[in-house]
């Protein structure tokens, strides 16, 4: 079985990545106000003036060129022209969002100590800017950085009150120190907010299936499988399966996860260990080699089916 921590890990991981995005507007969540500070108040008979943008500029001209770039992949062209707009403008109050994509671009590209620096930089002209605070959080949890990931997230859920990922994913890092009561609270945070949310029901399959509630956990992922059957959920539930020895159903969880992603080096792992329960020695070894040619050490894939026992 794939260990506890490594599960974990991977499915904060998946929702860090999920959340990073290239932002291509202003929002309000970008001019967010710190709690504790009131803006001043507004004219009561003030009249809003026309604002007329130029966009015929070559500022919005490098723009408008990054982002054909970014449609056709061409990441390297995209980062520079995101460049030559900040330095054609700068002092432009867009230049955060475009100092964040280039981030962005730069942890694709594996750059993740220079997309840290410009999320900084980013972060230094919107303080409050959510999704900078997110994507910088992706990263940190990329690089291991576990603790200044927790701090973004907290910062997030402060700004945002409606935010689920954030609230998901500091559930994610509690459930990976063990700290089932805060995970918990965290996750039914999210209920709150939004009572259909998926991240409920997969960040609670997650915590019953690392206190061993095997059971509870393959409901959750149940009810989330009937939404979307997505690999990833049964995976989750195939291995709850097997912990409970429910073997067939933990070979149709593995097949229909196989049809979907035929190069899954866990899905292998999890065939491995069934065919281990099913005393079939050659097939264990064929799917053991199965998912070391697609991804999974060999030495963790043996050492992960030792408690895998009949």
């Not at 929702?15 to 309000?28: F, G, R």
Request: net charge negative; proline share 5%; glycine share 4%.
């Amino acid at each position: 079985m794939m260990s506890r921590k490594l599960i974990i890990l991977l499915s904060l991981l998946w929702v860090a990545i999920a959340q990073a995005q290239v932002i291509q507007s202003i929002t309000d969540e970008n001019l967010k106000i710190p709690r504790g500070m009131k803006p001043a108040p507004k004219p009561s008979n003030a009249t809003q003036p026309d604002v007329t943008i130029n966009t015929d500029t070559p500022y919005f001209n490098y723009i408008d060129s990054a982002q054909t770039a970014i449609d056709e992949h061409r990441y390297v062209d995209a980062e520079r022209y995101l460049l030559q707009a900040v330095v054609s403008d700068p002092d432009n109050p867009n230049n955060s969002l475009l100092v964040s994509n280039i981030a962005t671009i730069e942890r694709y590209n594996g750059n993740y100590a220079e997309a840290i620096k410009n999320y900084n930089l980013a972060l230094d002209m919107t303080p409050n800017a959510v999704t900078v605070l997110l994507n910088r959080a992706a990263v940190y949890v990329e690089i291991d950085s576990l603790n200044l990931a927790r701090a973004d997230y907290l910062r997030v859920r402060e700004l945002d009150d409606l935010n689920t990922e954030a609230r998901y994913s500091l559930g994610m890092l509690e459930l990976n120190d063990k700290n089932y009561k805060q995970a918990e609270d965290y996750f039914y945070e999210i209920r709150y907010i939004n009572p259909n949310s998926g991240l409920f029901n997969e960040g609670m399959g997650l915590l019953c299936k690392a206190q061993g509630n095997y059971k509870r956990a393959a409901e959750y992922f149940t009810d989330l499988i009937k939404i979307k059957p997505d690999v990833t959920f049964l995976a989750h539930r195939a291995d709850c399966y097997l912990a409970m020895k429910r073997l067939r159903d933990a070979e149709a969880d593995i097949r229909t996860a196989l049809e979907q992603a035929p190069t899954d080096g866990y899905l292998y792992l999890l065939r491995a260990k069934l065919n281990k329960l099913r005393f079939a020695h050659d097939d264990m070894e064929r799917d053991i080699k199965l998912a070391t040619e697609n991804g999974v050490p060999e030495q963790y894939a043996r050492k992960s089916l030792e408690g895998a026992m009949p």
